[in-house]
Every structure is written in C-alpha cells, then in structure tokens.
C-alpha cells in the first residue's frame, strides 16, 4: 500500500546553547523570564535532494541519517503513565514537500478503517499536527491507520475556540489535501504503510508482532494554504506535533479476530511533545520544528525560538482571561492585577517581564498585548496569537 512520505530532522535542545540576548538577565527575582521550563521539544528538519520511498519501510536505507525524535510520551505529561510501546519520527523536506516517517512499536497490529476521511481514530493510528504561522489558527491534521488510510483536516480555530473542520467535505470553498478542488492546485497527500512482519495485520497468530512504520508527504503549498506563512526557507520556525491513538485489543477465541478490551473504554494518548491535558487541539502547546539545511552540510542543532517568551506572555493573557471569565460571569478584564491571580504559571504576570496590557474592543472579546526581547505578542479571546 504505497502512498508516500518523507522528512529529515536533527535534535538538539537550543539551551545547551548560548543564550540569545533576548534571553540573558531576564530573571525577576525568582520567575525566569524566558520561561525555560516551558520550552517545548524541538527538532531540525534538514534537506534532501531526493524523495523519500514512500513505504513506511523504516529499515529503509533512505532514513538511515536522518535522527530519530525523542519517543512519544503520554499526552499529560505524568510520568507515571509512560506509553507501553515506544513512538518515534524522521522528518526531512525538500522544495516542494514535508516527509515523515513514524515508527510504531506494536505487538497487535490491526486496522478496521477502509476508507479515507473517516474518523480514523476509532482505529489505532498516527497523527500530524502542523501550525506553520503559529498563530494556532488554520492549521492542519492529518491521521493515518496501519491500512494506510487517511483522515486529514483543517480547523479553522482550535475547537475549544469554537472552532470547527474547514474543509471541502463541511463547506465549499473550503480544504482538502486528499482531493483536488478549485482551492487545491498541489498534488495530494501521499502515504505508505509497512507492517512487520509482512502481512501481520489482523492476524494474532503472528503475535507478538514488532510494529509499523507509517510515511506521510505533505504538500509544503497544502500546508501554508489560508495561513500568513510562506514557503519554508532555511532558518524559519513552525509549530507542530504528533500523536499515537492506541486501543487495547483482545483476541476472540471464535473467530481469532481483534476486538477492543472492553475494561478499557478510552484510548491511550501518547505525544511527541506533552500537552498537559488529553487535547491535541491546544496548538500553543506543541513543539517545534526548524528548517535546516541539506543533509551532510548542516548541523543538527536547532536555534533557540526567541520569540518564545513574548508569546508565552500573551498566553498567559489568555489563560487568565478564560479564568477570569469563568469565576465571572463571562466578563474580561483590563486589569492586569486581578490577572495575575488566574495565570496559569505563577508569577508570569506580576513578574516585570516586559509591558502587559489588556483591551477590551466595543464587538466583545479581549486583546491582550506584551512586549518583551525585542517582539510584541498579540492575543485574542479565540487564541489567535500574532507578532507585530
């Protein structure tokens, strides 16, 4: 089941690096302004000059350089719920296309899902989450089964935000990677599937099996359409993540099919970057990517992400502001004081770090503004978070 994919990628944590100047003597007596400890997980994306096979073959000779991200951890966080079975990626790009190569550890593997933009979910599945703007606004998803089968979405706003699905299937115009439109000039999304061993799948007689690999292209002009980004060059930062849907599964002594562990009602969610709540839409969370240069001529440390901490001021804005919000009848604030008791990190408001203001325009909702090493963040009460 050949449909494709591919992306080379380097890991390194910026701060075993130089600070930015943006970034040194920023402490307010005991809060770190630079709010190192919520920095998230980051990767290079290094170059290829050619494509990547396309099988989710991870053995293959291809990816045989491009580094493995950190492995997958649970959704929350906790550390006490490490993931049974490990996860891991290989990102690459090229001037046209995104690569990724996952790598599922699994020892049932099983897929009922025959069908694309069906809520594949319901199956055992991987899943892309790429906000290349990060203004959490109009980003992509897309989620693969071990049949190679594709879910791929667009929110318009993270559904927490009263977002909701923009695409060709919900309205018109709208977004589909899988299907060309008057909105879609760019070929569509590839994937491919390799389960090991061969023809596993559905089969418990060949349990304990040793997992899949699953690759995905992405259209780097798909990715960016209806976003403020551009085509990527070297050097530029996007937000994104991952995640693992898994089941557990048990074997029917009749038939000798897999069916869901009914003890267990909810499914496991394991990440690449930890979210702290079971909700991947929460794109301020995920990691982030760098795009590097070609494979053999650059390193694969990552830069640090100066923008980091004026963003993560503006969250603050808009985690106090729901909380606020909610003790008070929906209503918002401009007091930046009262704020400081709602801030989901103790301290980030009353802090010192750089000029906090709040507005409240005459249509509702709230604009919240920092400024801080040398960028002003701006948010809104539907989370849309931009740099001016």
Same mark, same amino acid.
């Given at each position: 089941?050949?449909?494709?994919?591919?992306?080379?990628?380097?890991?390194?944590?910026?701060?075993?690096?130089?600070?930015?100047?943006?970034?040194? !003597?920023?402490?307010?007596?005991?809060?770190?302004? &630079?709010?190192?400890?919520?920095?998230?997980?980051?990767?290079?994306?290094?170059?290829?000059?050619?494509?990547? +096979?396309?099988? =989710?073959?991870?053995? *293959?000779?291809?990816?045989?350089?491009?580094?493995?991200?950190?492995?997958?951890?649970?959704?929350?966080?906790?550390? &006490?719920?490490?993931?049974?079975?490990?996860?891991?990626?290989?990102?690459?790009?090229?001037? $046209?296309?995104?690569?990724?190569?996952?790598?599922?550890?699994?020892?049932?593997?099983?897929?009922?899902?025959?069908?694309? @933009?069906?809520?594949?979910?319901?199956?055992? *599945?991987?899943?892309?989450?790429?906000? +290349?703007?990060?203004?959490?606004?109009?980003?992509?998803?897309?989620?693969?089964?071990?049949?190679?089968? %594709?879910?791929?979405?667009?929110?318009?706003?993270?559904?927490?935000?009263?977002?909701?699905?923009?695409?060709?299937?919900?309205?018109?115009?709208?977004?589909?990677?899988?299907?060309?439109?008057?909105?879609?000039?760019?070929?569509?999304?590839?994937?491919? %599937?390799?389960?090991?061993?061969?023809?596993?799948? /559905?089969?418990?007689?060949?349990?304990?099996? $040793? !997992?899949?690999? %699953?690759?995905?292209?992405?259209?780097?002009?798909?990715?960016?359409?209806?976003?403020?980004?551009?085509?990527?060059?070297?050097?530029?930062?996007?937000?994104?993540?991952?995640?693992?849907?898994?089941?557990?599964?048990?074997?029917?002594?009749?038939?000798? $099919?897999?069916?869901?562990?009914?003890?267990?009602? @909810?499914?496991? @969610?394991?990440?690449?970057?930890?979210? =702290?709540?079971?909700?991947?839409? /929460?794109?301020?969370?995920?990691?982030?990517?760098?795009?590097?240069?070609?494979?053999?001529?650059?390193?694969?440390?990552?830069?640090?992400?100066?923008?980091? +901490?004026?963003?993560?001021?503006?969250?603050?804005?808009?985690?106090?502001?729901?909380?606020?919000?909610?003790? /008070?009848?929906?209503?918002?604030?401009?007091?930046?004081?009262?704020?400081?008791?709602?801030?989901?990190?103790?301290?980030?408001?009353?802090? =010192?770090?750089? *000029?906090?203001?709040?507005?409240?325009?005459?249509?509702?909702?709230?604009? !919240?503004?920092?400024?801080?090493? =040398?960028?002003?963040?701006?948010?809104?009460?539907?989370?849309?978070?931009?740099?001016?």
């Amino acid at each position: 089941m050949t449909r494709i994919l591919l992306l080379l990628a380097c890991l390194c944590s910026p701060y075993a690096k130089a600070l930015s100047p943006a970034f040194v !003597g920023t402490s307010k007596g005991a809060f770190d302004c &630079s709010f190192k400890a919520s920095y998230p997980r980051s990767y290079k994306v290094l170059k290829t000059d050619k494509p990547a +096979p396309g099988t =989710g073959d991870y053995n *293959d000779e291809f990816w045989a350089q491009v580094p493995w991200t950190e492995d997958f951890v649970d959704i929350t966080g906790n550390a &006490s719920l490490t993931p049974r079975f490990k996860t891991a990626v290989k990102i690459v790009y090229d001037d $046209e296309y995104l690569y990724f190569l996952g790598k599922l550890e699994e020892p049932q593997v099983w897929a009922t899902l025959t069908t694309d @933009n069906c809520v594949i979910f319901n199956d055992n *599945d991987f899943e892309i989450f790429i906000n +290349p703007d990060a203004t959490t606004h109009n980003y992509k998803e897309i989620e693969l089964n071990a049949f190679a089968h %594709v879910w791929d979405l667009a929110l318009n706003v993270p559904y927490g935000d009263g977002g909701y699905e923009n695409s060709t299937r919900v309205m018109d115009p709208g977004f589909d990677m899988l299907q060309p439109s008057t909105v879609a000039t760019w070929p569509t999304v590839k994937s491919g %599937v390799t389960v090991f061993p061969e023809s596993c799948i /559905n089969d418990p007689s060949t349990a304990p099996n $040793e !997992g899949w690999g %699953v690759e995905v292209r992405l259209s780097l002009e798909g990715i960016i359409y209806n976003t403020t980004s551009s085509m990527p060059e070297q050097g530029d930062f996007w937000r994104l993540d991952f995640s693992r849907v898994e089941w557990r599964v048990l074997v029917n002594e009749t038939s000798g $099919e897999y069916y869901k562990d009914p003890a267990y009602p @909810n499914e496991d @969610n394991w990440v690449w970057q930890e979210i =702290g709540v079971v909700a991947m839409h /929460n794109p301020d969370k995920w990691g982030i990517i760098q795009f590097g240069g070609i494979i053999g001529e650059d390193d694969n440390s990552v830069d640090l992400y100066e923008e980091w +901490p004026a963003r993560q001021m503006a969250m603050m804005i808009y985690y106090a502001e729901h909380s606020f919000a909610g003790a /008070n009848n929906g209503t918002y604030t401009t007091d930046i004081q009262e704020l400081t008791k709602y801030s989901p990190i103790e301290g980030a408001l009353s802090s =010192g770090c750089g *000029d906090i203001s709040v507005t409240l325009p005459k249509g509702g909702g709230f604009v !919240g503004e920092t400024t801080y090493g =040398g960028f002003t963040a701006l948010v809104r009460e539907d989370r849309q978070l931009t740099l001016k």
